[in-house]
Structures are given as structure tokens and as C-alpha cells.
């Protein structure tokens, strides 16, 4: 059990150096881009970037901008996006309890929770001391959001100066990296639920294109949801 | 491409994270007190990856912006690239992203499809 608040410091320095924030600058390098390349001025990159805190929604409320979607449906859109949050920290905050009394803190914090920072938890957690568990994730999260954040700048930045093959690539990124973290998650229903959305997307894309990611989200996810209730498994939870 | 004043860009960002903040602050709330595997949240992120799937689907084959002037079919093939890449390595995503992305910007390089810039 590690109860040294130094050695906490650097095993989340360790753990967030490398793979994670690697991933993040690569990702953000593509959202910030894609930002540019829609027209979008750097503050909405930034704000973005660390105001939504994941990837799918960041990219709903590019895309359903720039198609044209009206203000209440992109935030609608946005917010289905990243629904999977609320699962997230409802298993996630219980791990790491607070000395006070009470949960204000956990509302700043929640906002640094990520997929990086939820899977770094709950594999680093058991051997870290219950009191210095937040120190682990407040260090770990600080170094993904400044690589995030570093990446959506040099994306946004960048792509004006690269050669257009690059620049597209660099946009072209986005749904790829969408595609295999999310392809990532070890839970068969989901992946049912994003392999029923892909052609239901096309559709009504091109049947209803206003309201096409949220029919796509309804109606694809009652599928999949009706599937798995009739495909009982252990690894259903999110 | 859409010309929106910055109050409205601002408006839909700040609504854009309360969105989102809004599960967080649920999660908060509940946590240790809901069951994450019941009905309705399997359901809401149910929904959650098959709005995804259509996205994921949508930038690929039907792209709005910068990516319409490129092929169909480098798309779907560096796409194709880049899944098969993480299917087979043991589903490690930088090598599949980086290896995906080189095939794009190959074929882009390569390819009579590669329509210019005006």
C-alpha cells in the first residue's frame, strides 16, 4: 500500500506521461483541426476541449454545427454524446473518498473524469491509501487536460500550415480514433448499439437529417437495449 | 460551414458543457447510491453508442466540411486500415490511429482521386 504523497506524485506522473497523454495530444491534434477547418474560432477549441472533457461530445457539437443542426438540438446532441459520464462517475467517485464531510469537492473533480483517468483509477486505486487516491487522480488528470489542451492548440493552429493531405488526415483522424476507442470498451451490448447506429447514422442522415443523430441514438439504442435484455451477460454494465 | 455571431457560438459552447457537465453532476449525486447496471442507464448509454455509431458512420461516408473533397474510397479504406490494424495488434489504438492515418495521407498523396484545392 503506498502512503507517501511524493510516490503517489510520480506514479501518476509515470501513468499519465506516457500512453494517455500521447493519446490525448493526438487526439486534440485532430479535434482542434477539425475546429479550424469548420470555421470555428480557437475559444470554442479551448472551451471544448476543456469544458466537455471527451472526445465524442466535442466532435457531436463540431459536426451538428457545422451541419447545421439548430443550438438546442446540438447541446441536446452534445449531452447524449457523453451520457456515458454518469455511469462513469457514479462507480467511479466512491472510490476515492473525501476526509470532509460531504461531496462539494467531487463536483470540481468529477470534471477532470475521463475514460484515461477512470481506467488509470480504478488499476492504480488498490494500491494507493484511501486519503491520497484524489492526490493520484488530480495529478494524473492535470497532465491529460494540459496535454489535451496543448494538442487542440498545435491541431488548431497547425493545420493551416501543413500540406493539405496532412491537414485533411489530421481531420480524418477523428472518426478513426472515435471508432477504435470506443470499439475498445470490453462490453458487447455497446458495441451491438455502435455497430446498429452506423448504418441507422446513413439513413436518416439522408431521410431526416435534423433530427438524425437522436433518432439514430433512440432508436438504435432501444434496439440494442432490447437485444441485451434477451442476451443476458455478465459484462452488461457500461 | 455556418456564419454564427460569437454571443450565439458562445451561448451553444457554455450549453454544450452544462450538457455534458450535467451527467457528471448526476453521477456525483447518485454515486454509490443508484445501481450504474440498471434499466435506465444501460438504455441512456445504449443510446449514447448507437448516436455514435451513426456519427462515426456519418464523418466517414456522408462528411460535411473539409472532408467532402475527399474520396469515398480512400476514406472507407484508410478507415477500413486503421479498425483492421486494432482488431489484429492486440486493440492498441495509437498504432491503429497512426497506421490509419498514414494510409490517408499515402493515398491522398498518391491518388489521381486527390481533387485540388481551388
Redesign the interface.
Known amino acids: 500500500m503506498i502512503t507517501n504523497p511524493r510516490a503517489v506524485d510520480r506514479i501518476a506522473i509515470r501513468d499519465s506521461l506516457g500512453y494517455p497523454a500521447i493519446t490525448l495530444l493526438a487526439s486534440m491534434i485532430g479535434f482542434g483541426s477539425l475546429v479550424n477547418e469548420s470555421g470555428l474560432p480557437l475559444g470554442l477549441a479551448i472551451a471544448g476541449t476543456l469544458g466537455i472533457w471527451g472526445l465524442p461530445g466535442q466532435l457531436t457539437l463540431v459536426e451538428m454545427h457545422a451541419a447545421g443542426a439548430s443550438a438546442f438540438f446540438v447541446i441536446l446532441g452534445v449531452a447524449l454524446a457523453n451520457a456515458r459520464f454518469l455511469p462513469m462517475a457514479v462507480s467511479f467517485m466512491p472510490l476515492m473518498p473525501s476526509r470532509r464531510k460531504g461531496i462539494a469537492s467531487d463536483f470540481a473533480l468529477v470534471q477532470m473524469l475521463s475514460i484515461n483517468s477512470w481506467a488509470a483509477g480504478l488499476k492504480r486505486f488498490p494500491e494507493i491509501a484511501l486519503e491520497l487516491r484524489r492526490r493520484y487522480y488530480v495529478v494524473f488528470g492535470a497532465i491529460c487536460m494540459t496535454a489535451g489542451l496543448i494538442g487542440t492548440i498545435i491541431g488548431y493552429l497547425g493545420v493551416e500550415m501543413m500540406p493539405r493531405e496532412i491537414a485533411l488526415g489530421l481531420i480524418f483522424m477523428n472518426p478513426l480514433f472515435f471508432a477504435v476507442l470506443l470499439a475498445g470498451v470490453n462490453n458487447r451490448p455497446s458495441l451491438i448499439a455502435l455497430l446498429i447506429g452506423a448504418p441507422l447514422g446513413l439513413f436518416f442522415h439522408l431521410a431526416l437529417p435534423d433530427f438524425d443523430l437522436l433518432l439514430t441514438g433512440i432508436i438504435g439504442g432501444s434496439l440494442a437495449f432490447w437485444i441485451a435484455q434477451r442476451w443476458p451477460r455478465p459484462d452488461n454494465s457500461p | ?4 455571431s ?1 454571443f ?2 458562445t ?22 447510491r ?1 445501481n ?2 440498471g434499466a435506465v ?22 462528411p ?4 467532402e ?2 474520396s469515398l474510397l480512400i ?1 472507407s479504406l ?2 477500413a486500415t ?2 483492421t490494424v ?2 489484429l495488434l492486440g ?1 492498441r ?2 498504432p ?3 497506421i ?3 494510409s ?2 499515402t493515398m ?2 498518391f491518388s489521381s482521386f ?1 481533387v485540388a ?1 481551388p
Open positions: 460551414m455556418t456564419t454564427v460569437y450565439g457560438l451561448l451553444l459552447t457554455l450549453g454544450a458543457i452544462l450538457g455534458t457537465y450535467f451527467w457528471r453532476g448526476m453521477g456525483v449525486l447518485f454515486a454509490s443508484v450504474s447496471a442507464f444501460q438504455w441512456v448509454t445504449f443510446v449514447s453508442y448507437a448516436m455514435l455509431g451513426g456519427l462515426i458512420a456519418r464523418m466517414v461516408v456522408l460535411i466540411g473539409p472532408l473533397e475527399t476514406r484508410a478507415f486503421g479498425v486494432f482488431l486493440r489504438v495509437l491503429a490511429v497512426l490509419g492515418v498514414g490517408f495521407i491522398m498523396f486527390n484545392v
